[in-house]
């Protein structure tokens, strides 16, 4: 690898960290960078999914303090394990084509998820007055659909995961953004532990970019605690709709 390339993978990882901490997305700086460095397109995103991991255990670190207590964060760990496999076997063992395809979509929809989060919940009700069981169920969904698409692909998994539970959890945006940073790490490991046996790695780039994610993943959780929930939920759909829409013309081109 020459310097030049280590040099832009180290200022990609930064940024990504920073971005998956503040509202996700982080993935489509850094899985471009490994292609424009001459990784193939799969070998470029299982190295990606490893590289950002520990990006994402910063942004714990750094926001842990929002983190709820008790048991419920923990009832959602073995749900996104099972789904983050789903969606590991599914990269390594189907064409990509028709997944590209429909990520541009789940991506937008979840963004608009967010963005219209008020007159939804006057519509599907707001998550104070759902029974108990219901609200359960309807995370537990939503976090399973964010593990297998985070297994699969994982750009815009913290977009994903903040419009589903902001939908549906009584917390601050703060909160959300800290039990998506527990949930995205959960998804990064997993991937981690799997490509690291079964995928394509390319481990030189790992080595460059994942102590980059980790500096910026901290530096974004922390900036995180610091914003007011209009201007991190602007962010969030920002970013949301902008990766959304690339995605689409990558797809579509």
Known sequence: MELSDAALLVTAG???GTVNAVAGGGSLITFPTLIAVGLPPVPANVTNSVSVFPGYVASVAGSRRDLPRGRALWALLPTTVVGTVVG????LATPARAFELVV???????TAVLAFQDPLRRLVGHPADLAPRRRTVT???MVAVGAVYGGYFGAALGVMLVAGLALVLDATLARVSAIKNVLSAVVGLTTLVIFAAFGPVNWAGVAVVAPATLVGGYA???????????VLKTLIVVFGAVIGFYLLYRAFR
């Open 139 to 141: 995370v537990q969904a």
């Open 220 to 230: 974004g959780a922390r900036l995180v605690r610091r914003l007011p929930p209009v």
């Open 88 to 91: 590991c076997l599914l990269l």
């Open 104 to 110: 541009p979509f789940l991506v937008l929809g979840a």
């Open 14 to 16: 930064l940024a990504a």
